[in-house]
């Protein structure tokens, strides 16, 4: 049975995706603001959460320990850093707490301890947490499907310059997404271009192209583009709001709440794929 509140704990909760999961928590009929945390020695420790994210006094005193933020927790939210992630995985293990990560950037030491964590909590692990974004990845399955490998297939992101990781986790889980449904024609691993200078000659058969934009405070933006001789087909998603991603991230912890054990993905949340 649910909880009539869910009290959510946020770490990192300065950055500016801290601070829109505050805004998207207090939006919320149904969840509460359990507890905030940020690294020792930062300034904003024993501030109040609420008024740092500018959603009024919330009585949520920044704290700098996980047990601290964890104390009154019946779920996470967490858009750190991979290594972070983990320990706050760890600890949720422990207290047997939901988790919905948005942290890109694992590596695959990390997401086999993700897999392995999700034997024992449920986890929605999402590169991009965005309801539109994750319907776009859903379209891109359905278009290579109908339309097969003999279209060229090509993604374009831009972030904002302090983003650290490129491509983008979205873009990779697109490039994975599209690689999967015309699997005959070799991995992601195989296909995948990153770059492209001097005399590369004509572009290979089905090559999955992936290029990064890297500028000013561009929140996030993904072109897709299926392309063939005398027609070309794109799909654009453009975030302007950090919010959007925080509000699919609160989503995604109102559905796992009572969720078994497992690794789940935004696909499961919106009822893409089949709960595992």
């Not at 939006?27 to 420790?45: F, K, R």
């Not at 309801?131 to 972030?159: C, K, M, T, W």
Request: net charge neutral.
């Amino acid at each position: 049975m649910k909880a009539s509140k869910i009290h959510v704990a946020i770490p990192g909760c300065s950055g500016r995706m801290g601070r829109a999961l505050i805004q998207a928590i207090s939006m919320s009929e149904d969840m509460v603001l359990a507890g905030a945390s940020e690294i020792q020695g930062v300034p904003v420790i024993g501030q109040d959460a609420g008024l740092l994210a500018g959603v009024g006094f919330l009585q949520v005193p920044i704290v700098d320990t996980l047990e601290k933020l964890l104390e009154n927790a019946t779920g996470i939210i967490d858009f750190t850093s991979p290594k972070s992630t983990l320990s706050f995985v760890e600890a949720c293990q422990t207290r047997q707490l939901p988790m919905v990560i948005g942290t890109t950037g694992l590596d695959e030491a990390q997401h086999k301890f993700l897999l392995a964590a999700s034997h024992s909590i449920p986890i929605v692990h999402a590169p991009n947490m965005s309801v539109g974004v994750n319907v776009l990845l859903h379209l891109v399955e359905q278009a290579a499907n109908r339309l097969g490998p003999s279209y060229d297939f090509e993604i374009v992101e831009a972030h904002h310059r302090h983003k650290r990781d490129a491509p983008s986790g979205t873009a990779l889980k697109i490039a994975q997404v599209y690689a999967s449904a015309t699997q005959t024609e070799g991995t992601l691993d195989t296909r995948a271009c990153y770059h492209r200078q001097g005399d590369t000659g004509p572009r290979p058969k089905n090559q999955i192209g992936l290029q990064t934009i890297r500028a000013g405070d561009i929140i996030g933006e993904h072109t897709v583009m299926f392309c063939t001789e005398g027609e070309r087909i794109e799909l654009v998603h453009r975030a302007s709001s950090r919010l959007t991603f925080a509000t699919g991230a609160v989503r995604a912890l109102r559905w796992a709440i009572d969720k078994p054990p497992g690794l789940y993905t935004m696909q499961n949340v919106l009822g893409f794929a089949s709960e595992r």
